[in-house]
C-alpha cells in the first residue's frame, strides 16, 4: 500500500486537532468554573468513549484518506469543506454562548438558569452543538472521499449522542427539581 495524501488535507486534519486541543483547555477552564460554583458532574462513564470516537475521526481521515488513496473529488470535497467550516462556526457559537457554562464533559451549576441565547434561543433546535458535531463528523472525512470513516463516525456518534443527550436532559432537569441554595421552593 502506498501512502498519498493532500498536503492541504493534512494540514485540514492538524488545524481541526488544535482546535479539540484549543476546546479541551476551554473546557478544562470552564470546569473549574463551574465545580467552585457547586456544579455537579454527570454522566462521566460515556465521555472516555467520546474522546476515543472523536480521535478516532481524525485519525480514521488520515488513515484512510492516505493509505486508500481515497481522490479529492472537488465538487464533494469543497461542499464538505464549506460544511466543516460552518459546524466549527456553529460550535463556536455555542462554545460563546454557553460561556463558561460549556464542557465536553456534562456540568451542571445548580441555581444558573438554562441558557437562552445564541443557537439556544432556538427552541426546535435543543441541541445545537451536537448538530455541529455530526455534521463535521460527516464532513470532515468526505472532503477527501474517506467515506467509510463518515460512515462508521456517523453511526457510533449517533448511539453516543442518544446516551449523551439522555444524560444531558437528566442533568438538566436536575436542576430544575432542586431548588438552588438560597432559594425558596415555589
Known amino acids: 500500500m502506498s501512502w498519498h495524501l ?3 488535507y493534512l494540514l485540514l486534519l492538524l488545524l481541526v486537532g488544535a482546535e479539540r486541543i484549543a476546546e479541551l483547555v476551554v473546557a478544562r477552564r470552564n470546569a473549574r468554573w463551574s465545580m467552585a460554583r457547586g456544579g455537579v458532574l ?3 462513564g460515556h465521555y472516555p468513549w467520546m474522546v476515543l470516537l472523536h ?3 481524525l485519525a480514521g481521515c488520515l488513515l ?3 493509505l486508500a488513496d481515497r481522490p479529492f473529488v472537488p465538487a464533494l470535497g469543497w461542499t464538505m469543506f464549506a460544511l466543516v467550516v460552518a459546524a466549527q462556526g456553529l460550535r463556536w ?3 460563546t454562548a454557553l460561556g463558561p457554562q460549556w464542557n465536553t464533559q456534562v456540568i451542571v451549576v445548580p441555581g444558573l438558569p438554562p441558557v437562552t441565547r445564541g443557537p439556544y434561543r432556538l427552541r426546535w433546535l435543543r441541541h445545537p452543538n451536537y448538530v455541529a458535531v455530526a455534521v463535521e463528523g460527516a464532513a470532515l472525512p468526505l472532503v477527501h472521499g474517506a467515506w467509510v470513516t463518515a460512515l462508521v463516525f456517523t453511526v ?3 448511539a453516543l449522542m442518544v446516551v449523551r443527550i439522555r444524560c444531558e436532559e437528566a442533568a438538566l432537569a436536575s436542576l430544575v427539581a432542586t431548588p438552588s441554595p438560597g432559594r425558596a421552593r415555589a
Open 6 to 8: 493532500s498536503s492541504w
Open 42 to 44: 454527570s454522566g462521566s
Open 55 to 57: 480521535t478516532g475521526l
Open 64 to 66: 484512510e484518506a492516505g
Open 93 to 95: 457559537w455555542c462554545i
Open 156 to 158: 457510533l456518534n449517533a
